[in-house]
């Protein structure tokens, strides 16, 4: 039987997006030399960019507010209105970007399904298509790695290589979608350049594991980020003294990359656990960084009644509709925490099919 802790504390599993800055980006915000980003003199923001270049092996960065800003300007950048994008068919540009791609870069996407998100560089050689007057110009490949929808799944870097050579081959550009590019890079224990390497551009957040408050930043070469910036300023994403959020961003990249092993090492408990739960279906293999998705349809639920159930105890979870979950693991969450949220999927699985013998 758990025990419904006593507690305004709400153990929060939908992302890792919840994560709060830490004392020291606190402390770096108030100290943080500030001035106009617009005019490019943000000292702060210029060494952020810097940094972030360096560290993925690219020539210039771009700061901006959001990954989901990063990925369009990057799409922008890439291409001309009526151009079509391959992309895997769960990709996040695709699902959860409300449609910008196509609202404002005006490109259709050609999808290609990966196995749990990874791609198969055969099946898109198959999906590149010749220059011919009836069809749209494929002018970009882009990849997301760890793939959200996919379960949070690294692609090597053999893979990543595989494919931006299809692309050279071809003439195409090629974008990362690499918002947990340092999950992949733990992972598969390289370092994130290796992963960066065959990319024209990458966009990593800020604002997920590595728990600054705000910001994604776009890498690519100078003259890539040059005309990148032009976008974002088009797009309103433009920022005046944005040093306070660059100040966080850069103690993210200093001291809060290795400490995400252990939001692995806690996501591998929590499936593990989960997977003994009868009742309960999950692909184990999928759980290679810090994403777990499982399946409740087995017990009689459907993801909202689950998550209504979850609540009474606390727990907070998002929705992979009809039947599925996804929990989080990130700084806020304890090994401890997952102990006790087992508990209690442990005890509404018993309680659900014990109901249904009756
Ligand atoms: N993902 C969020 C939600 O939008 C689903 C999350 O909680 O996982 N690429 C990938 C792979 C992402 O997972 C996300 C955010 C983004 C891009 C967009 O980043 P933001 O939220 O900063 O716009």
Do not use: W
């Not at 305004?8 to 020291?24: A, G, M, Q």
């Not at 390497?197 to 776009?218: N, R």
Request: hydrophobic content about 40%; some cysteine.
């Amino acid at each position: 039987m758990v025990l419904v802790i006593k507690m305004e504390i709400v153990i929060d599993l939908r992302s890792d997006t919840v994560t709060k800055p830490t004392e020291e980006m606190l402390q770096a915000i108030a100290q943080a030399p500030l001035g106009d980003d617009c005019s490019g003199e943000d000292p702060t923001v210029n060494h952020l960019e810097a940094l972030a270049a360096d560290k993925l092996g690219k020539e210039a960065g771009l700061l901006v507010p959001s990954g989901t800003m990063g990925n369009l300007v990057s799409v922008l950048t890439h291409t001309r209105h009526g151009d079509e994008v391959i992309m895997e068919s769960e990709c996040h540009i695709y699902y959860y970007e409300a449609g910008n791609i196509s609202a404002i870069a005006g490109v259709i996407p050609r999808f290609v399904k990966g196995h749990n998100g990874v791609l198969d560089p055969d099946d898109i050689k198959d999906a590149v298509r010749e220059r011919d007057l009836h069809y749209p110009p494929t002018t970009l490949i882009t990849m997301e790695n760890t793939h959200n929808r996919g379960g949070g799944t690294v692609t090597s870097v053999e893979l990543c290589n595989a494919v931006c050579d299809i692309a050279k081959e071809r003439g195409l550009g090629t974008h990362l979608d690499g918002a947990r590019i340092f999950n992949a890079g733990l992972a598969l224990g390289v370092e994130v350049k290796e992963i960066a390497e065959p990319f024209d551009s990458v966009m990593f957040c800020l604002s997920k594991g590595l728990s600054a408050p705000v910001g994604s930043v776009i890498v690519g070469s100078s003259d890539f980020i040059e005309r990148a910036r032009k976008y974002r300023k088009m797009l309103g994403g433009g920022m005046r003294q944005a040093g306070i959020i660059a100040a966080a961003g850069i103690v993210a990249l200093e001291t809060m990359i290795d400490r995400l092993e252990e939001d692995h090492v806690n996501a591998r408990y929590l499936g593990e656990g989960l997977a003994l739960i009868p009742g309960i279906h999950i692909e184990l293999e999928t759980v290679e960084t810090n994403l777990v998705y499982f399946d409740v349809g087995n017990l009689g639920f459907n993801s909202i009644s689950f998550r209504n159930e979850l609540q009474k105890y606390h727990v907070e979870v998002t929705l992979r509709p009809p039947t599925g979950i996804r929990m989080v693991t990130h700084r806020h969450i304890s090994r401890e925490n997952i102990s006790y949220v087992l508990g209690v999927i442990e005890e509404i699985a018993k309680r659900c099919i014990k109901n249904r013998k009756l």
